[in-house]
Structure formats: C-alpha cells, structure tokens
C-alpha cells in the first residue's frame, strides 16, 4: 500500500510540482490549498506525512501545526516545512510547534524525495 502525503501550499504550480514528483515515486497525495484547508484535511484523514508552506492566506504553516498537534490525528504525523523563508528563529518556531524538518524554496526533485524518505522511515 502507497503512503499518502498532504501537500499544503497556496501556490497552485508548487502544489502540482510537489504532488507530479511524489506520485512518480508511487505516494499517494492529497492537496490543500492554504493552512485551514491543510488543517481541515489533515483532522479528518490520517496521512504519513504533512509538507507544507510558511506563508500562506487564512492560516500559516506553523499555525496549522500548531493547531493540528492539538488534535489526535495530528500525533506522531511527520511534517516537514518547505518556505521561501529561511530566517533560523522561524525554523525555531516550526520546531517548537512540531515540524520535524525545513526545507528551501526552490526545491530539486531529488531533495523533495530523500527528504521525505527520511521523514517516513
């Protein structure tokens, strides 16, 4: 059975280049488009993992994990945070809030997919 992985981003091309590249290494993806969509999506379903972005309208990224640690589907769920951002303290905050790791815009298909073989054991 393929593991399935919710991609958060309100970039419409980032959500397509996350989903195409994980899918053509056989994960099954789920897109949301902004930070309440990830949160709504994520308490509903269980997923092997969350990426999402920072900067997003209605709900941020650490928001969200924030938000979604507090909920039981969102216990011991891998999520990596990828951001245009790089700033150590918001790092800092995404760790404090839950995120297990940070990854840079632009992104290459080989990081995204070592990254989240990492994540996933």
């Known amino acids: 059975m ?26 099954s993806v789920i897109e949301a488009v902004d930070g309440e969509d990830g949160l709504s999506k994520a308490t509903s379903a269980r997923f092997d993992a969350i990426i999402t972005d920072q ?6 990224g650490i928001g969200m994990i924030r ?3 507090q909920h039981p589907n969102g216990q011991g769920i891998p999520i990596v945070v990828l951001s245009t ?6 790092k800092q905050q995404a760790r404090e809030a ?6 840079v815009k632009p992104f290459t298909q ?3 997919l070592a990254v989240v ?3 996933l054991g």
């Open 2 to 27: 393929s593991k399935t992985i919710l991609t958060v981003d309100d970039s419409p091309s980032v959500r397509r280049m996350i989903a195409m590249t994980l899918q053509d290494a056989g994960y």
């Open 55 to 60: 900067n997003m309208p209605n709900l941020d």
């Open 67 to 69: 938000a979604l640690r």
């Open 85 to 90: 951002d790089s700033e150590d303290s918001l």
């Open 98 to 103: 839950g995120a297990l790791g940070w990854m």
């Open 110 to 112: 080989d990081k995204l």
């Open 117 to 119: 073989k990492k994540v």
